[in-house]
C-alpha cells in the first residue's frame, strides 16, 4: 500500500514563499513519478508540477513557471514544491500524486489528502 501525506501548507502573505514536502511510504517511491495539483474552492482539481521518477524531468504549468520549483529525495521518499512570489490566485488545496509522469490527473495512482495554502493579498 503506498501513502502519501503532505506538509507545509499554511498562510502566507502574496510575495512570500512557502515549500510543501509530500513523503510517500513504501519502498517503490523511487519507481514513481510525481506530481502536485491544487484544488481551489469551486474549480476543478488543476495540474502544478511533476517530475520523472529520477528527477531528471520537470513539466510546470504556465502560470507557476519561475515561480514554483519540484524536486525529490529519493533516498528521503519526499517530494517538494517550492513555491516563491506567491500570489492571492495561488490560494488552493495542493494535492502530492504518485503515478507516471504526466499533467493529467488521470495518470496518477496514488493521491495524499491535501494542504491547505492561502495566499492574503
Known amino acids: 500500500q503506498v501513502q502519501l501525506v503532505e506538509s507545509g501548507g499554511g498562510l502566507v502573505q502574496a510575495g512570500g514563499s512557502l515549500r510543501l514536502s509530500c513523503t510517500v511510504s513504501?519502498?517503490?517511491?523511487?519507481?514513481?513519478?510525481m506530481g502536485w495539483f491544487r484544488q481551489a474552492p469551486g474549480k476543478e482539481r488543476e495540474f502544478v508540477a511533476a517530475i520523472s521518477a529520477r528527477g531528471g524531468s520537470t513539466y510546470y504549468a504556465d502560470s507557476v513557471e519561475g515561480r514554483f520549483t519540484i524536486s525529490r529525495d529519493n533516498a528521503k521518499n519526499t517530494v517538494y514544491l517550492q513555491m516563491n512570489s506567491l500570489k492571492p490566485e495561488d490560494t488552493a488545496e495542493y494535492y502530492c500524486?504518485?503515478?507516471?509522469?504526466?499533467?493529467?490527473?488521470?495518470?496518477?495512482?496514488?493521491w495524499g489528502q491535501g494542504t491547505q495554502v492561502t495566499v492574503s493579498s
Open positions: 500524486a504518485a503515478g507516471r509522469f504526466s499533467r493529467i490527473a488521470a495518470a496518477y495512482d496514488y
Open positions: 513504501g519502498r517503490t517511491f523511487r519507481t514513481y513519478a
